[in-house]
T-cell receptor, first 115, second 112 residues
């Protein structure tokens, strides 16, 4: 158990809908990272937040957004869902801003299925 | 751009066999290199890392050496166990960036 929790574990929704994925980092960790894992794209970094502020952006679509709240939990919002958004979404946390210095601890993931 | 290429899976071995999973990278400068492991139904866990050329990372019997001359970071284990069955990801990171670039993953299955 990494100490990172993600809810829900599974999510099934229809195209065009909007969903919110939630992540609680390990106690004391200030950075939260979101990743998407799909069969065709592999594992891709989406976005990082540090202490409530966006710190780095990866291959995140404009239809997706994220935020980190004062209690440090984070939410990833996916809107206008398409079939291709079906994937496993991972959240990770680390103590600091740089992954060079700090190991990232991954949650168990949320499996999103868009039908 | 920066990228990581790892050997295609799945790889199937018998227990106690020797394991090598190849990983090569394309990058400018001197990235840090990582191997992550994903057990069934779980998130990724950092297995080992190396931050500069000729460093050897090791953990749980696995090792990998950062070879700048061949831009490689191959994962090895002398005697695999059934419990090593998982997907293994090679990855790189620059200290100036936050995002980790992952390879496509190699699924390893160990037969008893």
């Amino acid at each position: 158990d990494s100490g990172v929790t993600q809810t829900p574990k599974h999510l099934i929704t229809a195209t065009g809908q909007r969903v919110t994925l939630r992540c609680s980092p390990r106690s004391g960790d200030l950075s939260v990272y979101w990743y998407q894992q799909s069969l065709d794209q592999g594992l891709q970094f989406l976005i990082q937040y540090y202490n409530g502020e966006e710190r780095a952006k990866g291959n995140i679509l404009e239809r997706f957004s994220a935020q980190q709240f004062p209690d440090l939990h984070s939410e990833l919002n996916l809107s206008s869902l398409e079939l291709g958004d079906s994937a496993l979404y991972f959240c990770a946390s680390s103590p600091g801003t740089s992954t060079y210095s700090y190991e990232q601890y991954f949650g168990p993931g949320t499996r999103l299925t868009v039908t | 751009g920066n990228s990581v290429t790892q050997m295609e899976g799945p790889v199937t071995l018998s227990e106690e066999a020797f394991l090598t999973i190849n990983c090569t990278y394309t990058a400018t400068g001197y990235p840090s290199l990582f191997w992550y492991v994903q057990y069934p139904g779980e998130g990724l866990q950092l297995l080992l890392k190396a931050t500069k050329a000729d460093d050897k990372g090791s953990n749980k019997g696995f090792e990998a050496t950062y070879r700048k001359e061949t831009t490689s970071f191959h994962l090895e284990k002398g005697s695999v166990q059934v419990s090593d069955s998982a997907v293994y990801f090679c990855a790189l990171l620059y200290s100036s960036a936050s995002k980790i670039i992952f390879g496509s993953g190699t699924r390893l299955s160990i037969r008893p």
